[in-house]
């Protein structure tokens, strides 16, 4: 792990006396290693590691206090920061209806998710969820979200396959209307951030959802493309809040720093586990050690 | 590399970061990059064509390793060959087995699906249709059942009904799960007691956008089956799939075939040139 590395790299640093320049920079290129092998974004590692170096410098580091712990802190520090040092809560709508779109890539999580988010929603803010159906293209998806509502005795509302999503969403908002649903959960197919047409069909429910929260799933063993995947999301459709899955697995997740640093979206859950109540509030810290091993 | 470059600490350093952002795998780019830099010096390479050629070149024998490398399957005449998909989570392998079918009824064989995923929701209805799509047979039993059963059943099944092939779904799974590794190994000894040398080939679905924990999902997989070969889907999307030359490089699995998209005839066999010239697209 991190701390071993840097008691590797001191073992070259000599003399009394405060650390150089030469000193961090030592030290650095194991924390460089240890991001990208932590699956950090290249440009983020080298962005990240410099803030380090200037802050490791400017703590005027004496040798003989175990520097390698203190910069080890400073590291820890620095990462918990970026991945926002408090917890980030969902936009609820307390006056009506509260509506969240959930996007991403293929097989990110997003279906098991929907139906995660619904039911903590549902005990932790009191609050009547509909799901909606709106992934009309992967054989079953409809089904796939149906049993979910079964499992959690929560609404599913769909019209088929051969419905658009935007003509599925604007039903689905008269019927949450009607039925006194007041939490709109929309799911939606998985699909590539350079597919134009499915992209724009993204924007088109969008402009009809009016959605308080556009959730981007992430597979939290996602490497290097995640900086490119969430900023086209982005850019396209200014999402306003991430949820990393599968971190029930032992990938070390800095697609969650790439994420954060590019981006700056805020990340609001973890998925925990297959089963419909392993989700979490996402814990800055907890991902800032994970990353670092 | 334009005409006019020069082979110094920039171009190095440009030539890691494009592999690195590839997600090749730090050690394996620091390794390759040195490599290719003293073959530069050694060879006093001077025209960016000699070097562009030199990289394609050492990238290939890194992947080759002067062995043969095919990417055909194990699928004889005159037997029930047996495929079985294997991953983690959502990264392809349903989708995958429609696509497979697919190509081999076109080449005449009469194949059967088998829904091993007897947990997800919507698993064994997402399989069917994709049988439906392809018209081949399709084996599964109620969701809850105990895959091996399944397994074993489709196989009895299989022989009775002269399948030429049989495409085995499984349910996805992180490596770190213990209860569900052993359940595959379980899965895996059965359809090895039934036919034997089956499965003939064990497929590890690998999400192109997968990083580092690619190779311990190759490691861990391979510890409870003998995974023959990789397929590297999503790879329409923007991410490179370089972990799976880590996996290549560390545990001499091939890649197999790659997916290029969520339709039947969206799936190509691997091949290396095309791949390392696609990493400078
Ligand atoms: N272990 C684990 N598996 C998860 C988690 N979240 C989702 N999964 C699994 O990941 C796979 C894909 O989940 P889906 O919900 O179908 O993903 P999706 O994004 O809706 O997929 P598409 O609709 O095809 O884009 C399923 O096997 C889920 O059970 C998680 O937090 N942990
Ligand atoms: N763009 C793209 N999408 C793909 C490709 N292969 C599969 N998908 C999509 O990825 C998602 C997940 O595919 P599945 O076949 O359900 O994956 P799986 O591994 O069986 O998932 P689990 O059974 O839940 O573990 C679906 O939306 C597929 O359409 C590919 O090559 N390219
Ligand atoms: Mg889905
Ligand atoms: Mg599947």
């Given at each position: 792990?991190?701390?071993?590395?840097?008691?590797?790299?001191?073992?070259?640093?000599?003399?009394?006396?405060?650390?150089?320049?030469?000193?961090?920079?030592?030290?650095?290129?194991?924390?460089?290693?240890?991001?990208?092998?932590?699956?950090?974004?290249?440009?983020?590692?080298?962005?990240?590691?410099?803030?380090?170096?200037?802050?490791?410098?400017?703590?005027?580091?004496?040798?003989?206090?175990?520097?390698?712990?203190?910069?080890?802190?400073?590291?820890?520090?620095?990462?918990?920061?970026?991945?926002?040092?408090?917890?980030?809560?969902?936009?609820?709508?307390?006056?009506?209806?509260?509506?969240?779109?959930?996007?991403?890539?293929?097989?990110?999580?997003?279906?098991?998710?929907?139906?995660?988010?619904?039911?903590?929603?549902?005990?932790?803010?009191?609050?009547?969820?509909?799901?909606?159906?709106?992934?009309?293209?992967?054989p079953?998806?409809?089904?796939?979200?149906?049993?979910?509502?079964?499992?959690?005795?929560?609404?599913?509302?769909?019209?088929?396959?051969?419905?658009?999503?935007?003509?599925?969403?604007?039903?689905?908002?008269?019927?949450?209307?009607?039925?006194?649903?007041?939490?709109?959960?929309?799911?939606?197919?998985?699909?590539?951030?350079?597919?134009?047409?499915?992209?724009?069909?993204?924007?088109?429910?969008?402009?009809?959802?009016?959605?308080?929260?556009?959730?981007?799933?992430?597979?939290?063993?996602?490497?290097?493309?995640?900086?490119?995947?969430?900023?086209?999301?982005?850019?396209?459709?200014?999402?306003?809040?991430?949820?990393?899955?599968?971190?029930?697995?032992?990938?070390?997740?800095?697609?969650?720093?790439?994420?954060?640093?590019?981006?700056?979206?805020?990340?609001?859950?973890?998925?925990?586990?297959?089963?419909?109540?392993?989700?979490?509030?996402?814990?800055?810290?907890?991902?800032?050690?994970?990353?670092?091993? | 590399?334009?005409?006019?470059?020069?082979?110094?600490?920039?171009?190095?350093?440009?030539?890691?970061?494009?592999?690195?952002?590839?997600?090749?795998?730090?050690?394996?780019?620091?390794?390759?990059?040195?490599?290719?830099?003293?073959?530069?010096?050694?060879?006093?390479?001077?025209?960016?064509?000699?070097?562009?050629?030199?990289?394609?070149?050492?990238?290939?024998?890194?992947?080759?390793?002067?062995?043969?490398?095919?990417?055909?399957?194990?699928?004889?005449?005159?037997?029930?060959?047996?495929?079985?998909?294997?991953?983690?989570?959502?990264?392809?392998?349903t989708?995958?087995i429609g696509?497979?079918a697919?190509?081999?009824?076109?080449?005449?064989?009469?194949?059967?699906m088998?829904?091993?995923?007897?947990?997800?929701?919507?698993?064994?209805?997402q399989l069917k249709i994709w049988s439906?799509r392809v018209?081949?047979?399709?084996?599964?039993?109620?969701?809850?059942?105990?895959?091996?059963?399944?397994?074993?059943?489709?196989?009895?099944?299989?022989?009775?009904?002269?399948?030429?092939?049989?495409?085995?779904?499984?349910?996805?799974?992180?490596?770190?799960?213990?209860?569900?590794?052993?359940?595959?190994?379980?899965?895996?000894?059965?359809?090895?007691?039934?036919?034997?040398?089956?499965?003939?080939?064990?497929?590890?679905?690998?999400?192109?956008?997968?990083?580092?924990?690619?190779?311990?999902?190759?490691?861990?997989?391979?510890?409870?089956?003998?995974?023959?070969?990789?397929?590297?889907?999503?790879?329409?999307?923007?991410?490179?799939?370089?972990?799976?030359?880590?996996?290549?490089?560390?545990?001499?699995?091939?890649?197999?075939?790659?997916?290029?998209?969520?339709?039947?005839?969206?799936?190509?066999?691997?091949?290396?040139?095309?791949?390392?010239?696609?990493?400078?697209?």
């Open positions: 792990n991190l701390s071993d590395r840097m008691q590797m790299a001191l073992r070259r640093v000599r003399g009394k006396g405060r650390l150089t320049e030469n000193d961090i920079e030592e030290m650095m290129k194991e924390v460089r290693l240890s991001l990208l092998e932590a699956d950090v974004n290249f440009k983020v590692v080298k962005s990240f590691t410099k803030e380090v170096k200037e802050k490791a410098l400017g703590e005027k580091i004496l040798k003989g206090l175990n520097p390698g712990q203190q910069v080890v802190k400073i590291v820890n520090d620095e990462l918990t920061k970026l991945m926002g040092e408090k917890t980030a809560l969902l936009e609820l709508n307390l006056t009506g209806i509260t509506k969240i779109m959930m996007v991403g890539l293929q097989g990110a999580g997003k279906t098991t998710t929907a139906g995660k988010l619904a039911n903590l929603v549902r005990k932790t803010n009191n609050l009547k969820p509909l799901l909606v159906a709106l992934d009309i293209y992967r079953a998806a409809i089904e796939q979200l149906k049993t979910i509502g079964q499992q959690l005795d929560i609404d599913v509302f769909e019209l088929g396959i051969f419905v658009k999503p935007s003509v599925i969403i604007a039903k689905a908002m008269v019927y949450a209307e009607q039925n006194g649903h007041n939490l709109i959960i929309a799911d939606t197919a998985g699909r590539l951030h350079i597919d134009e047409k499915m992209m724009q069909e993204l924007v088109e429910v969008k402009e009809i959802l009016k959605p308080h929260e556009i959730l981007l799933t992430v597979d939290s063993m996602t490497g290097q493309d995640a900086v490119t995947v969430a900023s086209s999301f982005n850019e396209q459709l200014s999402v306003t809040g991430a949820i990393l899955t599968k971190l029930d697995g032992d990938t070390r997740g800095g697609a969650a720093l790439s994420l954060r640093q590019v981006t700056q979206i805020p990340i609001k859950y973890m998925g925990m586990g297959e089963k419909l109540d392993q989700l979490e509030v996402f814990h800055p810290e907890r991902m800032a050690s994970r990353i670092l091993g | 590399i334009d005409s006019n470059s020069k082979f110094d600490d920039d171009f190095f350093d440009e030539l890691e970061e494009i592999f690195i952002m590839a997600d090749i795998g730090v050690n394996t780019v620091v390794k390759f990059v040195a490599h290719l830099r003293s073959e530069i010096e050694l060879n006093k390479t001077e025209s960016s064509d000699d070097v562009k050629d030199l990289i394609v070149e050492e990238m290939f024998k890194l992947y080759v390793k002067d062995e043969i490398v095919s990417s055909n399957l194990d699928i004889l005449d005159d037997r029930l060959n047996i495929v079985l998909f294997v991953g983690v989570n959502g990264v392809g392998k989708t995958t696509k497979i697919y190509e081999y009824l076109n080449k005449g064989k009469k194949v059967m088998v829904a091993g995923d007897t947990f997800r929701a919507g698993a064994i209805e439906e018209k081949c047979s399709f084996y599964s039993k109620e969701e809850g059942s105990d895959p091996s059963s399944v397994i074993y059943d489709a196989i009895q099944l299989a022989k009775e009904t002269s399948v030429d092939l049989l495409l085995i779904d499984t349910a996805g799974r992180l490596q770190n799960k213990i209860n569900l590794m052993k359940e595959l190994e379980k899965v895996n000894k059965v359809i090895g007691r039934e036919v034997p040398e089956a499965p003939h080939e064990t497929l590890l679905v690998i999400d192109a956008t997968t990083g580092q924990n690619g190779l311990v999902q190759a490691k861990v997989f391979n510890e409870v089956t003998d995974i023959t070969g990789v397929v590297l889907s999503k790879l329409d999307g923007t991410a490179k799939g370089g972990i799976a030359l880590g996996i290549k490089d560390e545990l001499n699995i091939p890649i197999k075939y790659v997916g290029l998209g969520e339709k039947i005839e969206d799936l190509e066999p691997f091949d290396i040139e095309e791949y390392i010239y696609g990493l400078f697209a």
